[in-house]
């Protein structure tokens, strides 16, 4: 397993102020860490540097001890995988199948494997009866999880997401954090920006916080119920801790909330 290990990390795109500046975190294996920020707090900068799409210019990140550097991108990608936010810029190919095997292939696998890893990857989204179909003619949720198979059929140990939940309904959006729990479940480590609040709070187990490049908080996702250091952040408290706000009852999820309610009331009686 892969820790990530950010060190002194700072970037600037030409022409333009500097996207990060001296951040640095530790994040250990089989963690799910939400990266939460306002619009330009570096965020997608951030995440592109783990699997060297954007390449440190000071400072260091690390993959398990390896340094992320022009040298080592190709072991580095088959380690790391990133999933954007629109699925439609990572689908090349006429049908789900052949889209999620175009990685494997790349990697010149035998046939026989690349199969092997296109159907346990469609199984693993629960999109297996996707695979004959166009994935241009899917809905954005099931989109998502056909890019998020493509790189799962790389099997790298680290998988990262750029506004995985954006753009989706209700019903996909828990369809799609179940997915994602059972591969969190396998040993994955799971990586997301976000601008939801309640979902970084709800499911999360660390917590970084960007304003302006640099890092506000790295640790316990519990920051959130910090009113202050949420302000900072330009971020809002979450929805349960709004509620809950002044009651000396806490919980993260609403199953939580529902349990400490339930106890407050019978104590109360």
Not at 101 to 126: C, H, Y
Request: net charge neutral; proline share 4%.
């Amino acid at each position: 397993m892969k820790e990530i290990t950010v060190s002194k990390l700072s970037y600037s795109y030409p022409g333009e102020k500097s996207a990060l500046k001296d951040v640095s975190f530790r994040l250990n294996p089989g963690k799910k860490l939400a990266i939460l920020g306002a619009n330009g707090s570096g965020k997608s900068t951030l995440i592109q540097h783990f699997n060297g799409l954007i390449l440190p210019q000071q400072g260091t990140v690390q993959i398990g001890g390896d340094l992320v550097a022009k040298g080592n991108l190709k072991t580095l990608r088959q380690k790391v995988g990133i999933i954007f936010d629109q699925p439609d810029d990572q689908i090349l190919a006429s049908t789900v199948s052949e889209d999620v095997a175009f990685g494997p292939r790349n990697l010149r696998l035998s046939e026989e494997e690349v199969r092997r890893r296109v159907t346990k990857a469609l199984e693993q989204m629960e999109i297996a009866e996707l695979g004959e179909a166009s994935p241009y003619e899917l809905s954005l949720g099931q989109k998502k999880k056909v890019a998020i198979a493509g790189v799962l059929a790389m099997k790298p140990e680290i998988l990262v997401f750029d506004e995985p939940f954006s753009g989706l309904d209700p019903a996909s959006r828990e369809g799609l954090k179940k997915a994602l729990d059972a591969l969190h479940k396998l040993g994955h480590t799971l990586i997301f920006t976000t601008h939801n609040v309640d979902i970084a709070y709800q499911w999360a187990d660390q917590l970084l916080i960007l304003k302006e490049g640099r890092v506000l908080h790295s640790g316990d996702v519990n920051a959130l119920e910090d009113e202050k250091l949420v302000s900072r952040g330009n971020l809002e408290l979450p929805t349960s801790v709004k509620i809950l706000q002044g009651t000396g009852i806490t919980g993260n999820s609403p199953m939580d909330m529902n349990r400490a309610l339930k106890e407050a009331l019978s104590i109360e009686k």
